[in-house]
């Protein structure tokens, strides 16, 4: 019988290129032999090629309960139960570290372990993890908002964002929705999008949003494509939500589809506002419908995450995420595409 070892290499990769993306960390581990050939850029080619055949779902990376997970979500199965699939934890090792906040760019991933003073960059694809050390300690990791682009840097600035905006990273800038500090008395729009430019190592002018916000109203960005911007807006008192989607989106400009991509009166059958603080979401232009992710729309269920199917025609559907140990933990969701972007 021949072993995989002695297999010609094109037929190896053939071969390995259908190991599930999560368990690409245990398959390298096996042997030296299968790690070098999981390194080579014609094995990684195949195996993305693979993944993406017939893919008739959406790849998603959520933290969940402190943990990162890779999920899969089918549109196409009307079964709320199974149409979300737990493909496994994204980052190996995670279960002895809890993790408060996770950002995605360009399939790599920027989290904070939980009390931890170093912030961490990883390519789960690859495996490649990089620490980067902090001269303060996270204590309070919830007041702190972060970002992840094609450089770094810092810059002072004349506004402010909340500390539960997690910010959205698209074309290797990250943009935040933002507001006038209360004492800026100037014209001009009192809430908007700001972009760092990370080429240009600093922050571009407010971009207008196309609604005015109050500080009680849900606001949360996406990515279409990796190309266009996605904002969810819901509105505390009448609880209409709507969905708004870029059709040019660069770090000094905007301009957006004058047609609303979703909008939906939650109070005629829901009754409920989405969290502030989670709310993240993604949405599907074919399929005209949107998923958003947060806390069960009972509150009296404060453990129970739930993935909101939300058409455009005002239809609802449910999926139960599993509950968390910690009902202060909301589940955030990004699109995820793994990347051969090295880490130097």
Same mark, same amino acid.
């Given at each position: 019988?021949?072993?995989?070892?002695?297999?010609?290499?094109?037929?190896?990769?053939?071969?390995?290129?259908?190991?599930?993306?999560?368990?690409?960390?245990?398959?390298?581990?096996?042997?030296?032999?299968?790690?070098?050939?999981?390194?080579?850029?014609?094995?990684?080619?195949?195996?993305?090629?693979?993944?993406?055949?017939?893919?008739?779902?959406?790849?998603?990376?959520?933290?969940?309960?402190?943990?990162?997970?890779?999920?899969?979500?089918?549109?196409?199965?009307?079964?709320?139960?199974?149409?979300?699939?737990?493909?496994?934890?994204?980052?190996?090792?995670? =279960?002895? $570290?809890?993790? @408060?906040? +996770?950002?995605?760019?360009?399939?790599?991933? &920027? *989290?904070?372990?939980?009390? !931890?003073?170093?912030?961490?960059?990883?390519?789960?694809?690859?495996?490649?993890?990089?620490?980067?050390?902090?001269?303060?300690?996270?204590?309070?990791?919830?007041?702190?908002?972060?970002?992840?682009?094609?450089?770094?840097?810092?810059?002072?600035?004349?506004?402010?964002?909340?500390?539960?905006?997690?910010?959205?990273?698209?074309?290797?800038?990250?943009?935040?929705?933002?507001?006038?500090?209360?004492?800026?008395?100037?014209?001009?729009?009192?809430?908007?999008?700001?972009?760092?430019?990370?080429?240009?190592?600093?922050?571009?002018?407010?971009?207008?949003?196309?609604?005015?916000?109050?500080?009680? =109203?849900? $606001?949360?960005? @996406?990515? +279409?494509?990796?190309?266009?911007?996605?904002? &969810? *807006?819901?509105?505390?008192? !009448?609880?209409?939500?709507?969905?708004?989607?870029?059709?040019?989106?660069?770090?000094?400009?905007?301009?957006?589809?004058?047609?609303?991509?979703?909008?939906?009166?939650?109070?005629?059958?829901?009754?409920?506002?989405?969290?502030?603080?989670?709310?993240?979401?993604?949405?599907?232009?074919?399929?005209?419908?949107?998923?958003?992710?947060?806390?069960?729309?009972?509150?009296?269920?404060?453990?129970?995450?739930?993935?909101?199917?939300?058409?455009?025609?005002?239809?609802?559907?449910?999926?139960?995420?599993?509950?968390?140990?910690?009902?202060?933990?909301?589940?955030?969701?990004?699109?995820?595409?793994?990347?051969?972007?090295?880490?130097?």
């Amino acid at each position: 019988m021949t072993k995989m070892s002695n297999l010609p290499r094109d037929l190896a990769e053939e071969v390995l290129s259908k190991v599930p993306l999560t368990s690409l960390r245990k398959f390298r581990s096996t042997c030296k032999e299968w790690k070098t050939l999981s390194k080579r850029r014609s094995f990684a080619k195949k195996h993305l090629g693979q993944a993406s055949v017939g893919a008739a779902s959406h790849k998603v990376v959520m933290m969940m309960d402190l943990r990162i997970y890779l999920m899969s979500i089918n549109l196409n199965n009307k079964n709320d139960e199974s149409c979300i699939k737990h493909e496994g934890k994204l980052i190996l090792g995670s =279960d002895e $570290v809890d993790i @408060s906040r +996770v950002f995605h760019c360009d399939g790599l991933l &920027l *989290f904070i372990p939980k009390g !931890s003073t170093c912030v961490v960059v990883c390519n789960p694809y690859s495996g490649q993890t990089r620490f980067i050390e902090s001269t303060f300690a996270f204590r309070n990791w919830w007041n702190y908002s972060y970002a992840l682009g094609y450089e770094k840097s810092t810059k002072s600035c004349g506004w402010r964002v909340g500390h539960y905006d997690r910010g959205l990273s698209l074309k290797g800038n990250t943009y935040w929705f933002a507001n006038k500090k209360r004492s800026d008395k100037s014209d001009g729009d009192r809430s908007f999008l700001v972009c760092f430019d990370f080429t240009r190592e600093r922050f571009g002018p407010p971009l207008p949003l196309p609604f005015e916000p109050f500080d009680e =109203d849900t $606001v949360s960005l @996406s990515s +279409v494509r990796e190309e266009q911007l996605a904002v &969810l *807006f819901q509105r505390w008192d !009448s609880l209409e939500l709507e969905i708004w989607v870029t059709t040019k989106i660069e770090p000094e400009s905007v301009t957006w589809n004058t047609k609303v991509f979703l909008q939906v009166n939650m109070s005629l059958q829901f009754q409920f506002q989405f969290l502030l603080t989670a709310a993240s979401f993604f949405i599907d232009e074919e399929k005209k419908v949107a998923v958003v992710f947060d806390k069960n729309k009972e509150r009296s269920l404060v453990n129970r995450n739930v993935a909101y199917i939300i058409g455009v025609d005002e239809s609802l559907r449910e999926a139960d995420l599993g509950d968390s140990n910690d009902k202060n933990c909301y589940p955030l969701a990004c699109s995820y595409v793994p990347s051969l972007a090295k880490l130097t």
